[in-house]
């Protein structure tokens, strides 16, 4: 069983031909609502990738939450230890997205920033996943509460401890995060995954390359979520007992997979669509 312990969003996505700059309006966008956060969408992404889930989170006891829970409720992942938090909001994202994929992203926490350490170290933790859009505290008593492997997604980029790190049995992060956590990555002894967007991702043990995958080619609509995608296939890949270049050949393939689809939640990719792209399907 993962644990996942981390952000539970409500994503308003707008969807224009391109992204503005500072102080400039950009009209005629689409707008949508999806199921977000980096915590929920890696543990709906473990579930479809076949692993067994719980979330463990807060929402708002308002009308968002009910849409922000509802494709991990008909997923499958294990909401009881979701917690519904009166007096907060549920979690939102405010995202742009521009007509070749790319996106700007605010977040506004509301009650993902209430997770408490007391509501997850007494919880009984085998394997863990973890992000950095809920407390510290509360997900550091989670990974010492663990007892099988720990995976640490330290984004978005945010000052943590080497408690935290020393905790880790795989750490992933993309290029900007990477440079600002710099060498304190790698001085634990964890794996350490690198993800560079199109050109893949690298697999690092104590500052040194093990692996390096690049993606198949597809055609991308949206990145949102690619990330938390190839963060839980890596970590499902894993724990399955693959080999890291098969590992993180898996977790790239299904990264690109789900940029084919608009919205973090319903892009990410079923293990079975992971497979057919692998072995040269369509």
Request: hydrophobic share 45%; with cysteine.
């Amino acid at each position: 069983m993962i644990t996942v312990v981390g952000s539970i969003n409500l994503d308003i996505v707008a969807t224009g031909p391109s992204l503005p700059r500072p102080g400039e309006t950009v009209t005629g966008a689409r707008l949508a609502r999806f199921p977000g956060g980096k915590g929920a969408n890696q543990a709906l992404a473990a579930k479809r990738l076949g692993a067994a889930v719980q979330m463990v989170g807060a929402v708002g006891a308002d009308d968002m939450a009910t849409e922000a829970l509802r494709l991990l409720q008909e997923g499958g992942v294990d909401l009881s230890q979701v917690a519904h938090i009166n007096g907060e909001t549920t979690g939102a994202a405010l995202i742009a997205v521009s007509a070749d994929g790319e996106n700007q992203i605010i977040v506004c926490p509301g009650a993902n920033n209430a997770i408490r350490p007391e509501d997850t170290a007494h919880l009984p933790i085998e394997h863990l996943m973890g992000v950095l859009e809920v407390p510290v505290p509360a997900l550091l008593a989670a990974a010492r509460a663990a007892t099988g492997f720990v995976s640490l997604n330290l984004a978005p980029a945010l000052p943590v401890p080497d408690e935290l790190l020393a905790e880790a049995d795989l750490i992933s992060v993309n290029e900007t995060e990477a440079a600002v956590y710099g060498d304190r990555l790698h001085a634990h002894g964890a794996l350490v995954a690198v993800s560079l967007g199109s050109e893949g991702a690298a697999l690092y043990r104590n500052g040194q390359e093990i692996a390096r995958a690049t993606p198949p080619k597809v055609h991308v609509v949206d990145t949102v979520g690619a990330g938390d995608t190839f963060t839980a296939a890596l970590t499902v890949a894993l724990l399955e007992g693959r080999p890291p270049q098969d590992a993180l050949a898996f977790a790239v393939t299904a990264g690109a997979l789900a940029c084919t689809k608009p919205g973090a939640q319903p892009s990410l990719p079923h293990r079975r669509d992971v497979e057919q792209l692998a072995s040269g399907g369509q």
